[in-house]
Nanobody, 126 residues
């Protein structure tokens, strides 16, 4: 059974940092693109960042460029999201996602992802 388990969320003051982790089990994702999405209260889930299977290509939504960094460790079957200079508008549940297709391109649409974690809450206070 494939599982993605996020961790690292919490409460932080504006300007602070958090590092989210997503550990995969049940199959290897070393050949699959992975991504992070988030959903704020009353809003639809939105794309945050994605990374290619090799880690050589990364993509970000405009609002987090320069502040967030996505990375991966294929030996650990884990993807990370380093979040710096956090703002109150970054408050959301953050979800990790993975594509089933090996060597598929990282995508910003949630419909391109086949596996999802349960989410981890990030709250940024002003």
């Amino acid at each position: 059974q494939v599982q993605l388990v996020e961790s690292g969320g919490g409460l932080v003051q504006a300007g602070g940092s958090l590092r989210l982790s997503c550990a995969a089990s049940g199959r290897t994702f070393s050949n699959a693109a992975m991504g992070w999405f988030r959903q704020a209260p009353g809003k639809e889930r939105e794309f945050v960042a994605a990374i290619s299977w090799s880690g050589g290509s990364t993509y970000y939504t405009d609002s987090v460029k320069g502040r967030f960094t996505i990375s991966r460790d294929n030996a650990k079957n884990t993807v990370y999201l380093q979040m710096n200079s956090l703002k109150p508008e970054d408050t959301a549940v953050y979800y990790c996602a993975a594509r089933r297709l090996d060597y598929g391109l990282p995508r910003s649409s949630e419909y391109e992802y086949d596996y999802w974690g349960q989410g981890t809450q990030v709250t940024v206070s002003s």
